[in-house]
């Protein structure tokens, strides 16, 4: 219930007020399995990515928002589960396998799943370069790739304001990716680099971004 209320009538509100300008949505497959691989710009990218895809997406989400207690933490669980989060457990060494294991059931169930292969978000507006988790889930359930772009984002909540700001937003979904010609070799280092950087390359050519070839590091807490 609450992610149809997401879907049909919080989603057209947010378009309404916020108008995302979105650009090649026909390149996201109607059915099967499909991997969403996006630039990470601001916290909010996760919401304009849910709100501008025709099919309802899956994101991974800190299992520690979905166990609040009382009322205030079922309705945040709810409005987390219905824009699409999925529950992991993170911080402990099994983390990074728990979270592509969440992502692989949502894809082998025929869903759509949304990454960020840089693992954070851009500080310095540069696309970075990808962590190769995008390409085991591409590999190991034959998922499309569709690359995404998004630009904007991080005007819409300013250090300091709480509410989200218009501003010019724009989401460009990029042709999708197959990956198929590696079947039976998602196991190989050296064939996941590959793919992974194939799809950072999409990526980098529909957002337009500098690509910096070294994994992003945030600073420390407390750094500027």
Sequence with gaps: MIALLVRFVLGPLVRAVYRPEVHGVENVPPTGPVLLAANHRAALDTGVITFATPRQVKFLGKAEYFVGKGLKGKALAGF??????????????????????????????????????????????????????????????????????????????????????????????GKPLDFSRYEGQDNAPAIRRSVTDEVMYAILEISGQEYVDTYHKRPSEGVA
């Design 80 to 173: 987390l589960g219905g824009l699409g989060y999925v529950p992991v457990e993170r911080g402990n060494a099994q983390a990074g396998l728990a979270a592509l294991e969440a992502a692989r059931k949502v894809l082998d169930a025929g869903g759509v799943f949304a990454i960020y292969p840089e693992g954070t978000r851009s500080l310095d507006g540069r696309l970075h370069r990808g962590h190769t988790g995008v390409a085991a889930l591409a590999l190991a359930t034959g998922a499309k790739v569709v690359p995404v772009a998004l630009t904007g984002t991080e005007n819409l909540q300013p250090k300091g304001a709480k509410i989200p700001r218009p501003a010019k937003i724009a989401i460009t979904f």
